[in-house]
């Protein structure tokens, strides 16, 4: 929803995704891959940046060692990101908003920094960037409908492979649920047997 029906993401963009280690920001490396965009990633240590790469990402920073908005600037020849896919929001939202292109759009899809993206409207204004909330919640049943069928076709063709790193038994709910928590990446699996009910 957020890439392709908020973003407009186009084949030879350059797609940053902020928290590329993330549930999301895995997904959105490998849907902008998918797109046809070059897809800048950010990581905080070494760990996750190779989880980065291992989902597709062309360049990962890791923020622990580099500076965002200049290594971006580098990265795209002075362009800057057409599009930012932002799930951290905080001072790297702030960070990376200095790094967007005349006509880049920015995603708003979570806060993992505990403070929304803020907005800054002279910095939009005479910087020419929008930004959006990308939620699933609020559209339309046609752009599911659209949506679900790329994705499938996505998975049919090999073009995204979800990463899953962890399958549980249904008893095992609290303990999948526990995992998620510390900085995991990747994805949580739980099989379902008929008649299963989990001991919590």
């Known amino acids: ?3 392709a029906h908020r973003a407009t993401l186009r084949k030879g963009q350059t797609l940053l995704v902020l928290g590329g280690s993330g549930r999301t920001g895995s997904a ?3 849907l902008g891959k998918a797109l046809g965009a070059t897809v800048i990633a950010t990581a905080r240590n070494e760990d996750k940046a190779r989880f980065c ?3 597709g990402a062309d360049h990962v920073i890791d923020l622990s060692e580099h500076d965002l908005t200049q290594t971006v600037l580098e990265l795209s020849g002075g362009h800057g990101a057409d ?10 939202y702030e960070q ?3 790094a967007v292109s005349r006509g880049g759009r920015v995603l708003l899809v979570g806060f993992a920094s505990g403070k929304w993206g803020q907005p800054d409207p002279q910095h939009l204004l005479f910087n020419d960037y929008s930004v959006s909330g990308a939620l699933a919640l609020f ?3 046609t752009e599911r ?4 069928e790329a994705l499938s076709a996505f998975l049919r063709d090999g073009s995204i492979t979800p990463p899953v790193t962890e399958t549980y038994g249904f008893d095992d709910v609290p303990a999948a649920i526990a995992s998620r928590s510390g900085g995991a990446v990747g994805q949580a699996v739980v099989t379902v047997t008929r008649g299963a009910v989990p001991q919590l």
């Not at 599009?83 to 790297?92: A, F, H, M, P, R």
């Not at 409908?145 to 679900?148: E, I």
Request: cysteine-free; charged content about 25%; proline content about 0%.
């Open 1 to 3: 929803m957020g890439l």
């Open 139 to 141: 559209r339309s049943d």
């Open 53 to 55: 790469r291992l989902q």
């Open 83 to 92: 599009v930012i896919y932002d799930t951290v929001g905080g001072e790297t």
């Open 145 to 148: 409908d659209l949506t679900q």
């Open 96 to 98: 990376a908003t200095r």
């Open 28 to 30: 959105a490396i490998q």
